[in-house]
């Protein structure tokens, strides 16, 4: 289990986690489960398309999911916004299927992609994974409070000048990046339960966002572990442990808050409500 050649699976997946857990934190308060269920899907298609024509997966990773992030944020401002989700749900499911038609490549590469692979991690993709990680986590500490103030009190935000759809591209934006980085170790049709199961059974257990956030990060981070373990002494897939041990984390997480405390609503963070406008221009006129 801790031989040399699953050194990588352990290393990328101590990066993965913590980034799932806290991007996944605003997944779960924005309501934005159905948008991170569809991006991972037009990021597998970019995966097909990227070994169709000989290239890094990863790229085709990011690409894939960043045009989908920004094909459904943008359009979602015109239209219903799960209505767009899906159509851009099922054009890329379109574009993989079509994809894979086309490539040589052989049945395991593409298994994986779909639900992760214990031994998948090649060195290549320490460092790609690593400068990814490093960016999705800055980007958020950059956008924490209007992003914390548009998820919590959106009435609030607009009130403070934050321009809703556009904190809402950045953080799909980021959810793509977290996607890209992730599907090589869960896979693309599990990864979205990395970034539900752990925060919302850390939401079950607490009101306060720092607390939750960090609540998030490390269930995620036993999450994977313990799943890398199963899935190499059981040879069963590793996304299968990963959505199956978030699913018992969030149903252990409600069936502490229901036993032991009353529902409260989450807390706003004083520091976040004093918010005059948020960083980076993202404001839509003066603070009143």
């Known amino acids: 289990m801790f031989a040399a050649f699953m050194m990588n699976?352990?290393?990328?997946?101590?990066?993965?986690?913590?980034?799932?857990?806290?991007?996944?934190?605003?997944?779960?308060?924005?309501?934005?489960?159905?948008?991170?269920?569809?991006?991972p899907k037009g990021a597998f298609a970019g995966a097909a398309g990227a070994s169709l024509l000989g290239i890094n997966a990863l790229v085709g990773l990011a690409v894939f999911s960043l045009l989908g992030a920004l094909g459904i944020g943008t359009l979602g401002r015109r239209g219903r916004h799960d209505v767009v989700t899906a159509l851009a749900l099922v054009m890329m499911l379109a574009l993989g299927a079509a994809f894979l038609?086309?490539?040589?490549?052989?049945?395991?590469?593409?298994?994986?992609?779909?639900?992760?692979?214990?031994?998948?991690?090649?060195?290549?993709?320490?460092?790609?994974?690593?400068?990814?990680?490093?960016?999705?986590?800055?980007?958020?500490?950059?956008?924490?409070?209007?992003?914390?103030?548009?998820?919590?009190?959106?009435?609030?935000?607009?009130?403070k000048g934050v321009r809703?759809?556009?904190?809402?591209?950045?953080?799909?934006?980021?959810?793509?990046?977290?996607?890209?980085?992730?599907?090589?170790?869960?896979?693309?049709?599990?990864?979205?339960?990395?970034?539900?199961?752990?925060?919302?059974?850390?939401?079950?257990l607490t009101s306060r966002p720092a607390v939750a956030m960090l609540g998030s990060v490390l269930i995620a981070t036993?999450?994977?572990?313990?799943?890398?373990?199963?899935?190499?002494?059981?040879?069963?897939?590793?996304?299968?442990?990963?959505?199956?041990?978030?699913?018992?984390?969030?149903?252990?997480?409600?069936?502490?808050?229901?036993a032991w405390r009353r529902p409260r609503p989450v807390r706003v963070p004083a520091l976040v409500l004093q918010t005059a406008s948020p960083p980076g221009g993202l404001a839509g006129g003066d603070t009143p």
């Open 164 to 204: 809703g759809y556009r904190i809402e591209i950045c953080f799909l934006i980021i959810v793509a990046l977290a996607t890209a980085m992730t599907v090589p170790v869960v896979g693309a049709l599990l990864i979205f339960s990395l970034m539900i199961g752990p925060p919302a059974a850390a939401r079950s």
């Open 9 to 39: 699976t352990w290393a990328v997946a101590t990066i993965v986690a913590p980034v799932a857990g806290v991007v996944g934190f605003f997944v779960v308060l924005r309501g934005s489960a159905f948008p991170a269920h569809a991006i």
């Open 101 to 159: 038609s086309r490539t040589t490549e052989y049945e395991p590469q593409i298994y994986s992609l779909l639900f992760g692979e214990v031994l998948g991690v090649s060195s290549t993709e320490l460092l790609p994974v690593a400068v990814l990680g490093v960016i999705c986590i800055a980007a958020v500490v950059f956008l924490y409070r209007p992003l914390m103030l548009s998820s919590m009190v959106p009435e609030v935000a607009e009130a």
């Open 222 to 258: 036993v999450t994977v572990w313990a799943a890398i373990a199963a899935s190499y002494l059981s040879n069963w897939p590793i996304g299968f442990y990963v959505g199956a041990l978030s699913a018992l984390f969030y149903g252990a997480g409600r069936a502490w808050a229901a």
